[in-house]
Nanobody, 117 residues
Framework: QVQLVESGGGLVQAGGSLRLSCAAS????????MGWYRQAPGKQREFVAD???????NYADSVKGRFTISRDNAKNTVYLQMNSLKPEDTAVYYC???????????WGQGTQVTVSS
């Protein structure tokens, strides 16, 4: 089992920045990818970014050039630096950890990000 705890959400004006953190604990040796998803009111949860143990990263087109994901494998922590925030970035952001043995997905409790115009 893997437990994920997020922090760093809040209220920010458009154009501002926030940094999210997600710390994993428990059986962390099997984690491959760690990343972020978000869910806005009335919408489905969508992929934001992830970073694999190998170092490769993936971003949603909507956040490319504005968000940066980083990961500290020694601390089992993933970060999401969000710059040039827009009102449409408003959502609950969820941390995700994907393990490969056995293949499973784990989720954090979510952290609210609100961008005012």
């Amino acid at each position: 089992q893997v437990q994920l705890v997020e922090s760093g959400g809040g209220l920010v004006q458009a154009g501002g920045s926030l940094r999210l953190s997600c710390a994993a604990s428990g059986t962390t040796f099997g984690i491959n990818a760690m990343g972020w998803y978000r869910q806005a009111p009335g919408k489905q949860r969508e992929f934001v970014a992830d970073k694999r143990r190998s170092g490769s990263t993936n971003y949603a087109d909507s956040v490319k050039g504005r968000f940066t994901i980083s990961r500290d494998n020694a601390k089992n922590t993933v970060y999401l630096q969000m710059n040039s925030l827009k009102p449409e970035d408003t959502a609950v952001y969820y941390c995700n950890a994907a393990t490969f043995l056995p293949p499973s997905d784990y989720w954090g409790q979510g952290t609210q990000v609100t961008v005012s115009s």
